[in-house]
């Protein structure tokens, strides 16, 4: 069978580092850094303060110079000692020792990524998933080692596999998420969905081009609108959408088509390119052929365990599989807590509360994926968790569904 698009796009290839950071996990999944003042913290977002760099016999921090010794203690943790004194849970040196895990860092400063990510629009975080995780994932999204496995969509992702909220809790990706939108309240607008892309068939139904939530631009039924006006908010940003790659992302298995660049425009990607809204139609390739996938369209490749962030303005569509090998992603859609949500995290949540996977990842993981996930109406009445109202909805007589993202 012959390739069942033409490989056209300029292509971006996202290389796995040969060298890269380490962060130093308290046993809550906080990290080991330096404050503003120099001084050993335990701190709970992954910036430049929390970034070492491993050398003989332990630690170098790298915006400060100061070094940590390690010992290795059980099961790969590490007990550190800073200027002759044992390093504690908080950070503070003389304190009761604490087993300290190293946890694979980014290949660069995450303020150097966010420079990246603000200058462009997008930002790879490449394989910075460990292997671990990675293979969960794999067996979640049955691709890999696990290809004969099939994804069970009737189960929330997160409730399949700890390496799915792990992976969603990914520090780095978060901090720079944050920073890119302008506030430390973001949201998942649904819970975490695995997209799994098997070989073309040369005739199935494709993605055309579009803006991702909560833009919506190309998919919305009118065609040019989407759920936020094309207006111009300036450095105002709506949405971020995270893709993590659960295996490489290749121009030839489908990785994502994008006009990077194109969030600046605060419009819609142009009709003749395949809008997808058209190819949401039931046989419209089979009549029309397949949306654009020219030169003026870029591929992103990276590898396994990559974390991709873009705005979700960036003009965008699926490519096609032309290999045997699945290929898939978590997709999320990042909101700042104002925006309604495409989908209710809160009960994916409470599902995930009661399954096994919440017992196995840390607090800081928990407290990110609570934060993530629960919608609050914060007033007089103080901060108010939301989830659906079944009754007003059956009332509402609107509950058509809204599919996946
Ligand atoms: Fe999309």
Redesign the pocket.
Known sequence: MPPPEPLRENVVRVEAPGHRFTLLATPGGDFLGADDAGDLAVLREADDRVVWEEIAGGYRHVGTGQHVEAKAGASGDRLLTWRGHAVGGDGCPGARPTPFRPVRGPDRLPSEYLRTFRERGWVCLPAVLDADTVDGLQRVAGCGPWSARTHDRGVSALDQHAAVARASAEPVSLWLTRRYMGTDEIRFAHPPSFAVLDRDDGERDV?GW????PYLWG?DRRVGAGRIPELRTGDMVLGV?RNICVTDFTRGNGA?RFKLGSHRRNEGPPPDWGL?VDFARPGHRKRHGLPYGGPDADVIEAPAGSVLLFD?RTW???GLNATDGKRAAI?QAVTPPWIMPFADSGAAFKTFLASSPWTEITDRERRELESLLVYEIVGPRGRQAITVDRELTERRGVNAGTGA?
Do not use: V
């Not at 579009?210 to 939530?213: A, I, N, P, V």
């Open positions: 993605q579009h803006s991702d939530f998919i959408q994502t997808g979700a965008h569509r699926a997709l993202p």
